[in-house]
C-alpha cells in the first residue's frame, strides 16, 4: 500500500508544480492559465486522499498529524482554487490574483516544509 501512497505524494508535488510553474510561465504578463486551475484542484483532491490515508495508518511508521498544519494548508489550497476557479475564463483577470495564487502556492510549501 506504501507504493499508492506514495504515488498520491507524487501527484500532489505535481498539483503543486503545476501552479508554481504555471506562475512563472506568466510573470511577465499575468494571466491564469488552466494547469493553476487543475493544480490548485489536484492538489485538494491528493491532500485530502493523503490525510485520509495517513489517519487509516495505511503506511505504518509514520508519525502523528499535525491537525492545525494540515487545516492551515487546506484553507491556503481552498483560497488558491477559489481564486483560481473564480478567474479562470477571464482573460483580464487581475495581475493581482494571479500573484496571489502563486504566491499562496509557495506559502502553501513553506507550510508544508517549515512548520515542525
Not at 510553474?21 to 492559465?33: E, I, K, Q
Amino acid at each position: 500500500m506504501s507504493i499508492v501512497y506514495e504515488s498520491v505524494v507524487v501527484l500532489h508535488l505535481l498539483g503543486m508544480a503545476a501552479i508554481v510553474g504555471s506562475w512563472f510561465m506568466v510573470l511577465r504578463a499575468p494571466r491564469l492559465v488552466p494547469g493553476m486551475v487543475h493544480g490548485a484542484l489536484l492538489q485538494i483532491l491528493t491532500g485530502i486522499v493523503l490525510v485520509g490515508m495517513r489517519e487509516a495508518d495505511v503506511v505504518p511508521g509514520e508519525d502523528a498529524l499535525d491537525h492545525a498544519k494540515i487545516g492551515v494548508k487546506l484553507g491556503i489550497a481552498l483560497v488558491i482554487a477559489v481564486l483560481a476557479w473564480v478567474n479562470r475564463k477571464r482573460d483580464d483577470a487581475p495581475s493581482g490574483v494571479v500573484h496571489a495564487v502563486g504566491g499562496l502556492a509557495v506559502l502553501n510549501v513553506m507550510v508544508a516544509a517549515l512548520w515542525s
